[in-house]
DNA sequence: ATGCCGACAGGATGTCGA
């Protein structure tokens, strides 16, 4: 089963282009943010047309998850638990069958949380500190479990091109590193890690001031996977390629292989 | 130090992103 995550920043903007990539990548499940629309306005019937259900968390102009399976999926879960008055949609939940089983897929929008020592950042804490309690329960059901998604961090200096330039950002601060870690502790593992030793790979990459021309990316899409998905990973890659592309995302696809 | 880009809502320009 391939299983993908793409932040693609608005999904009304980026229609063409998130259709041309689902021809091309033909993932089984497809998990988005930043669809910056609500549920009635998402672009549903332009995915059934290619075989995909859609299962969405929408919110108007910002945030918004979504995840695209070819089978139909069950028991969804909208909005990060544990979530008393917190409105933004950020997370959304779903288990999908396949031929040898189920996989449970989580897709995630973790807080920018810039600029650092505001009350946005906080929010960012908060929020992984939410989403790290939610891993360890899931963790409890011993299931296959991909919690993959813009998590809006950058877990070391080998994930950017100029770490220096970080040092500053709400993305690289030794506070939010460690919120991640904690996270990724609980016995998770990083699927491109795993995969390819190789440093300074990239899936971010700023609009602004010939950032992609210079190759001055971030790691910051990541894919975690439970012990139990980690014993199925057969394969992991970033659709580099795709930021090349008319009208891009600033944010390029991120998949694994799952024997399931 | 700031703008650099891009999407959104609304109908000009401010907010947000990372």
Not at 155 to 170: I, K, L
Request: hydrophobic share 35%; aromatic share 10%.
């Amino acid at each position: 089963m391939k299983i993908a995550t793409w932040n693609v920043n608005s999904v009304k903007a980026r229609l063409d282009t998130v259709r041309a990539w689902l021809k091309v990548a033909d993932p089984d499940v497809a998990c988005f943010q930043e669809i910056k629309t609500q549920n009635e306005t998402f672009p549903r019937d332009s995915f059934e047309d290619l075989g995909y259900n859609c299962t969405v968390h929408g919110q108007k102009s910002y945030n918004g998850v979504a995840i695209l399976s070819k089978r139909p999926v069950e028991d969804v879960v909208r909005g990060l638990p544990g979530g008393d008055g917190d409105d933004h949609a950020r997370y959304i939940e779903a288990l999908i069958p396949s031929d040898n089983g189920v996989v449970r897929v989580a897709s995630i929008y973790a807080p920018n949380g810039n600029p650092k020592g505001t009350e946005k950042f906080a929010y960012k804490l908060d929020w992984l500190e939410r989403l790290r309690r939610h891993v360890e329960t899931s963790l409890s059901t011993e299931e296959n479990f991909v919690f993959m998604g813009d998590y809006n961090v950058i877990p070391t200096p080998d994930d950017a091109h100029y770490p220096e330039n970080w040092v500053e950002d709400a993305l690289f601060q030794p506070e939010t590193r460690s919120a991640y870690r904690r996270i990724a502790h609980l016995g998770l593992t990083d699927a491109f890690r795993a995969c390819h030793g190789a440093a300074y790979a990239y899936t971010f990459w700023d609009y602004q001031a010939g950032a992609w021309q210079k190759n001055n990316g971030i790691r910051i899409d990541h894919i975690l996977l439970s012990p139990q998905a980690t014993d199925r990973l057969t394969g992991c890659g970033i659709d580099k390629h795709v930021r090349g592309w008319d009208k891009p995302s600033d944010h390029v696809p991120v998949w694994c292989e799952l024997a399931v």
